[in-house]
């Protein structure tokens, strides 16, 4: 093989929990610095996809390799960021908006945890970012769904991960935030950074990803996303009964 | 006149005795001491417990010691070590059966702790009188001796460093375990650190109150800081705090009312935290009534 090693490669990954099959023989690769989005129906295993990327839940075959090495290698480095679909986080938990961001960086700090003006220099960026600069003293149950999934990619930022894990990140977000998401993950990638994200919204597919793929249990298509979001592509993948159905 | 005026001076006169005068003697200082070292540790720690959901496991491993203590009166060895191994145990017996079979966390804790404690009671049942159950269960503390104390300031010393100091990382395990894990921080080992700093508290609280009211001291002051403030940081000062308070209060009323003292601290914490309670009523009312509630705290509902 020759240039960089892929940021995320499963070969023939197989995902079980208990009996039901969740991901059958996937192969996916996704390029250093591409932005690569995960189309599928409720139930396809985009979020298993995700939980093997970042040894949640261990394929009973195939291989997952991220950033040239093991996911074990890839999660002791903090090189993977996931935001997790719909986090079932504690909404009373008594930490505040710049008190979770700061916990994206806790592996790039000393064992005490103790901030350096690095560290709040950066949470106070990746706020910004997000436009959630003016929050950043809130509890964090105080928050509407949409500022929280903004607070959750403002760790993931903050964390300075090279693999960006999105599991449908604009569920309950509106349009001028998601305008705003898509800017700073267009910069992101700019940046060098690859990013991977799942969505069920077509529409903003093509404006953030130059690579898709079209999943159902196994991978039915990949390529660019021009090329892969044919309606007959589409058709194969929504149409399709879900993936439990007998 | 002067008789009324004699009057007034002798009864601030007799009040500054009673608060004084348990201090001078060797065995309230000693019980001070215990009691305050304890609840502190044990204050900090019920931060967490609290906000994980774990208090059910505070009282598995209070009770869970109860056979630890007594061989290790028997075999005359320092209860503290027989009382760390039986927490210790329990804990992982917990993990073992929820882990290995379909019985849910509470189930698996509650038959586990109930049972060890069970083997406790008929050990105490069957040794000599030499063990007395009442002190095990319900503390001793005016009786503590110097080695007693010194084993409690040590453990809690060094229990109450490590919760300080690993701090963040505890409250990161509390919030969002997944995210620990993604980020490479060995979330396993927090969980271990956490129940056996569980256990250390345990086995410096059950000096202070006893067995049965060690839990008291593991949940009580970390829900009613908890009431009164949404930031982790302000809730390791205010429990603490509130903790230290009620093991002074409570031991120097054991002695000017002549009751146990372990019942009275708990009573003080309880009583704490039902003002605590009335306070975030209050808090809430007032700042919905304002029309802001983004400014009400706890007792939502
Ligand atoms: N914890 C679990 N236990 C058992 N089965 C599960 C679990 N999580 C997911 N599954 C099953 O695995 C399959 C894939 O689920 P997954 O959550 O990965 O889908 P998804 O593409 O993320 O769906 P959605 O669009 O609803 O988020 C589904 O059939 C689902 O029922
Ligand atoms: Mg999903």
Known sequence: MSGPAPALALRGVTVRYGDVVALEEVDLTVGAGEACGLVGVNGSGKSTLFRAAVGLVRPVAGTVEVLGGSVERARRAGLVAYVPQADDLDRDFPVDVADVVLMGRYHLMGRRRRPRPADRAAVAAALERVGLADLADRQVGRLSGGQRQRVLLARALAQEARLLLLDEPFTGVDAASEAAVTAVLRDLVADGCTLVVSTHDLTMLPALCARAALLHRRVLAEGPTAEVLTPDNLARTFGLDPPEAP | ?301
């Not at chain 2, 417990?49 to 290790?72: F, K, T």
């Not at chain 2, 919030?175 to 396993?188: K, M, N, S, T, Y």
């Not at chain 2, 003292?261 to 009583?271: F, H, I, M, T």
């Not at chain 2, 935290?273 to 400014?295: E, I, L, S």
């Open chain 2, 1 to 301: 006149m002067t008789p009324v005026v004699l009057a007034a001076r002798a009864v601030p006169a007799a009040w500054w005795d009673l608060l004084v005068e348990p201090w001078g003697y060797g065995f309230m200082q000693r019980a001070l001491l215990v009691t305050v070292v304890a609840s502190v540790v044990a204050a900090l720690l019920s931060c967490w417990l609290v906000l994980i959901g774990w208090s059910l496991m505070g009282d598995a491993v209070s009770h869970a010691v109860l056979p630890g203590v007594v061989l290790a009166y028997l075999l005359g060895v320092p209860f503290a070590a027989g009382a760390f191994l039986f927490g210790v145990g329990a804990v992982a017996l917990i993990g073992w059966v929820r882990a290995t079979s379909r019985v849910k966390e509470d189930a698996a804790i509650g038959v586990v702790f109930t049972t060890v404690f069970a083997v406790g009671v008929v050990l105490v049942s069957v040794t000599p009188s030499q063990v007395d159950l009442s002190h095990i269960l319900f503390g001793n503390v005016l009786g503590v001796s110097d080695a007693d104390v010194w084993q409690v300031v040590v453990l809690g010393a060094v229990a109450a460093a490590v919760l300080v100091l690993r701090r963040r990382d505890l409250t990161l395990y509390a919030f969002d375990r997944v995210h620990a894990q993604v980020i490479g921080l060995p979330v396993r080992r927090i969980g271990v650190l956490l129940l056996g700093l569980l256990a250390v508290s345990v086995v410096v609280a059950l000096q202070a109150v006893g067995v049965i009211l060690a839990v008291a001291m593991l949940i009580t002051p970390g829900a009613t800081a908890y009431l009164l403030t949404d930031r982790i940081w302000r809730m390791l000062w205010v429990a603490p705090a509130i903790a230290a308070g009620c093991a002074v209060v409570g031991v120097w009323a054991s002695y000017a009312l002549d009751v146990a003292s372990a019942g009275l601290v708990v009573v003080c914490q309880g009583l704490a935290f039902g003002a605590a309670y009335v306070t975030a009523r209050v808090r809430h009312r007032r700042a919905a009534r304002a029309g802001r509630p983004g400014k009400a705290l706890a007792a939502r509902r």
